[in-house]
């Protein structure tokens, strides 16, 4: 059976869990093609793995029944339409009831209608999106914010921290929503793949919200210079090299801003990733990069301050506020210009 890449994000992370307390669901299915019958499946390794096909009783309804200590994490599939997938959370102790329907315009399941279940609601809000993605493209254009504020209003649900990984190719970006979400879980479901998985990503990761981690390496003279130092100033970690063309192209409007904003609490902190002192200093020299704050260790992409922030790739910039808590990551041009701006006045 094929799966969707949002289950397959996730899917060789989930454990199995012991038995415990008593769960159940029951499921009505509207307008499915003649003949379809719901399966029940788990995923086990790279694939779903059918373990129950469901008959309906007199009134037309499925039941589901699991035992556990943990959530558990079920995948629905019709036998007409393998790749139509609704995904399923049942919590310990929980009773739900689920609705739902096949759209046949656009060959998938949507969840109608949930009861019981905070997961499933989210799940269900989900399932309306794509459905209206699916069919007009001014929604899918706006498929990433209805995202977004469906999971910021709700980052306590542990499906959330499943529908998360939707962004998983823009992490970078949205960041801060798993962490949010992640903040969120922690607690309550410290052993949870997904939650274990936002935590995993965010090890390490900078971003927006965090303390910025302190940077202590050498200056131009040899003198130690720490990023903790600045504390009190706006400040642009900039991440740059002599050999990196758009930095030094960029170049010209970091100095521009620093002597625009430097009287108002704006400092720069200049990180090479050189391996030449020499070609670094010339390149302080030529671009006018005025500024004291110049550190670099010559070990090029293996410069224990890159490596601290993660950097793959240069220019790179992390934008930190007066308390040393990270604001932005990669703002450049017009996009660093205003946020410096909004923070710091005309």
């Known amino acids: 059976m094929k799966i969707t890449r949002?289950?397959?994000?996730?899917?060789?992370?989930?454990?199995?869990?012991?038995?415990?307390?008593?769960?159940?669901?029951?499921?009505?299915?509207?307008?499915?093609?003649?003949?379809?019958?719901?399966?029940v499946c788990e995923p086990q390794g790279s694939r779903l793995q059918p373990i129950d096909t469901l008959s309906a009783d007199k009134k037309g309804r499925y039941h589901i029944e699991?035992?556990?200590?943990?959530?558990?994490?079920?995948?629905?599939?019709?036998?007409?339409?393998?790749?139509?997938?609704?995904?399923?959370?049942?919590?310990?102790?929980?009773?739900?009831?689920?609705?739902?329907?096949?759209?046949?315009?656009?060959?998938q399941m949507t969840v109608e209608d949930v009861k019981g279940s905070a997961d499933m609601e989210v799940y269900r809000q989900y399932s309306a999106l794509m459905a209206g993605a699916m069919t007009d493209p001014q929604r899918q254009a706006s498929m990433p914010d209805s995202m977004q504020a469906l999971l910021s209003r709700n980052p306590d649900v542990l499906m959330s921290a499943f529908l998360v990984t939707y962004f998983e190719q823009a992490f970078e970006q949205y960041a801060p929503l798993y962490k949010q979400i992640r903040d969120a879980l922690l607690g309550r479901y410290p052993n949870n793949s997904f939650v274990?998985?936002?935590?995993?990503?965010?090890?390490?990761?900078?971003?927006?919200?965090?303390e910025?981690?302190?940077?202590?390496?050498?200056?131009?003279?040899?003198?130690?210079?720490?990023?903790?130092?600045?504390?009190?100033?706006?400040?642009?970690?900039?991440?740059?090299?002599?050999?990196?063309?758009?930095?030094?192209?960029?170049?010209?409007?970091?100095?521009?801003?620093?002597?625009?904003?430097?009287?108002?609490?704006?400092?720069?902190?200049?990180?090479?990733?050189?391996?030449?002192?020499?070609?670094?200093?010339?390149?302080?020299?030529?671009?006018?990069?005025?500024?004291?704050?110049h550190v670099s260790d010559l070990r090029g992409w293996n410069s224990a301050g890159g490596r601290l922030y993660g950097v793959t790739s240069i220019p790179a910039t992390v934008l930190v506020?007066?308390?040393?808590?990270?604001?932005?990551?990669?703002?450049?041009?017009?996009?660093?210009?205003?946020k410096l701006k909004e923070i710091l006045g005309q």
């Not at 035992?67 to 036998?79: D, G, I, K, M």
């Not at 399923?88 to 656009?106: C, S, Y």
Request: proline share 4%; aromatic share 6%.
């Open 196 to 210: 274990r998985h936002l935590d995993d990503k965010l090890r390490g990761a900078v971003v927006a919200g965090m």
């Open 321 to 338: 506020d007066k308390d040393g808590t990270v604001l932005a990551r990669n703002l450049r041009g017009a996009e660093l210009e205003n």
């Open 212 to 293: 910025a981690p302190d940077i202590a390496m050498a200056d131009r003279n040899g003198n130690i210079r720490r990023l903790s130092d600045l504390r009190g100033k706006v400040v642009l970690i900039d991440f740059w090299a002599s050999w990196c063309g758009p930095c030094r192209r960029e170049n010209p409007n970091v100095v521009r801003l620093y002597k625009k904003y430097k009287d108002q609490g704006f400092e720069i902190f200049s990180v090479s990733l050189d391996n030449s002192r020499e070609k670094w200093l010339q390149a302080i020299e030529k671009d006018g990069l005025e500024w004291e704050n």
């Open 66 to 107: 699991r035992r556990s200590e943990e959530p558990q994490f079920l995948v629905l599939a019709l036998t007409t339409q393998p790749n139509t997938l609704v995904h399923v959370i049942m919590q310990p102790r929980e009773k739900a009831t689920l609705a739902l329907g096949f759209r046949h315009d656009i060959g």
């Open 6 to 39: 949002l289950t397959a994000i996730l899917m060789a992370l989930l454990p199995l869990c012991a038995t415990a307390q008593k769960s159940t669901m029951t499921v009505t299915l509207a307008n499915a093609p003649e003949g379809s019958r719901l399966v």
